[in-house]
């Protein structure tokens, strides 16, 4: 099993930033990639970004230009970097973790969420 754990969410104003952190554990062994989903209230889960060990990525369309992904592999965490945030934005962000290969992206671990509202 990998365990997740997120850390970085809150509230924050429209326009500002926020830097979510997911450190994995256990059999890392199992997994080449890590990644973000986030559901807002009555949506379905939507991906927000991915990222390989070698460190290729993968946006949703609507993430990309405000949102960024990275990791560090030495410390089996992932980021993601939020910036001109908008109140759409506000949803349960979810770590993910799970295997890549080429186009193929298969997350199979899941964290438990952390909450971005983004409110004035």
């Known amino acids: 099993q990998v365990q997740l754990v997120e850390s970085g969410g809150g509230l924050v104003q429209p326009g500002g930033s926020l830097r979510l952190s997911c450190a994995a554990s256990?059999?890392?062994?199992?997994?080449?990639?890590m990644g973000w989903y986030r559901q807002a209230p009555g949506k379905e889960r939507e991906l927000v970004a991915g990222i390989t060990s070698g460190g290729g990525t993968n946006y949703a369309d609507s993430m990309k230009g405000r949102f960024t992904i990275s990791r560090d592999n030495a410390k089996s965490t992932v980021y993601l970097q939020m910036n001109s945030l908008k109140p759409e934005d506000t949803a349960v962000y979810y770590c993910?973790?799970?295997?890549?290969?080429?186009?193929?992206?298969?997350?199979?671990?899941w964290g438990q969420g952390t909450q971005v509202t983004v409110s004035s």
């Open positions: 256990g059999s890392i062994f199992r997994i080449n990639a």
């Open positions: 993910t973790a799970g295997r890549a290969y080429g186009n193929t992206w298969s997350f199979d671990y």
